[in-house]
Each structure stands twice: as C-alpha cells, then as structure tokens.
C-alpha cells in the first residue's frame, strides 16, 4: 500500500481487484489516445530511484498527456474517469482512513491537488502494467494502432 502526501493531506491506496484494473485501464487506453506515446517519459519519473530530472520530465510529460487527453475527451467522460482514479485512493481523517470523494475532497482550496493525486494514483496502480508495455515494445505499436 502507497501512501503520499498533497499539501498536507495524506493519500493512500492499494491495488485494485483484477476485474476493477481491467476495466480502469482500458478506459484509460481509451482516452489516452495519442498521448500514449508520452507514457513512457511520465513512468519512467516514477521510480523512488528516479533522480530529480527524470521526475521533471515526468511531471512535464504528463501534463502534456492531460492537455491531449483534455483535447480528445468529452468533458463528462473525463470527470467520470478522473473521479474514479482519485476515488480508488484513501485519505487520512482524524478517525482513520476513507475513500476520497472527489467534490466533497478537492473543494476549491485542495484543487490544485486533484490532477497531482490522480497521476500519482495511475502510476500506483499502473506503473508495473505501462512499464511492462514499455520493456517489450507494446505500448509503440498500441499508440500505432
């Protein structure tokens, strides 16, 4: 189980049940579209490893995928999807750990972190997935078609 930190605020989760990451991870291959080819560089800052430059160039590569993906998605199917990325996390409270809701979580004052925990939560969950496309060369030909 991951846990990070957003302004303040700690954010955990664990892996998703098979038929939960299936379903997730083809409406994310669905809406990524052409930014899969960005996918790499945003995987490859994710490592604990990951030295300060790769990290850079993570975060930068994936806000230009958001920016392509923002472009190519209507904007309701984008909502449902961020919201159930976020919502596969867990926030701290004072009795413990609950689901996020993302409206009640990220009011207008904690919405500068609602973009920042859904990548960190897709590279929780789906790093191991993406980076294994990457290794064997799947994920080029899924961004070809």
């Known amino acids: ?5 957003f302004s303040g605020r700690t954010f955990r989760t664990a892996p998703l049940l098979a038929t ?5 991870q083809a409406r994310i291959m669905s809406a990524a579209g052409p930014a899969l080819s960005r996918l790499g560089e945003v995987f490859a800052g994710m490592g604990k490893d990951a ?12 806000i230009d995928a958001f920016a392509s ?8 199917d984008l909502a449902a999807l961020i919201k159930d ?6 926030i701290q409270r004072p009795t ?4 996020v809701d993302m409206d009640g979580d990220f009011p207008p004052e ?8 859904a990548v960190w939560a897709l590279r929780e969950q789906f790093g191991p997935f993406f980076s294994e496309l990457l290794a064997n060369g799947s994920l080029a030909k899924l ?3």
Do not use: C
């Open 20 to 24: 939960q990451a299936i379903v997730l």
């Open 1 to 5: 189980m991951a846990e990070k930190k």
């Open 110 to 117: 904690h919405m500068q972190d609602l973009y920042p925990v």
């Open 143 to 145: 961004a070809r078609g």
């Open 85 to 90: 990325v976020v919502e596969t996390t867990q």
């Open 51 to 62: 030295s300060d430059e790769q990290k850079a160039r993570a975060n930068g590569a994936a």
């Open 69 to 76: 993906i923002f472009a190519t998605v209507a904007p309701h």
């Open 96 to 99: 413990g750990y609950e689901g």
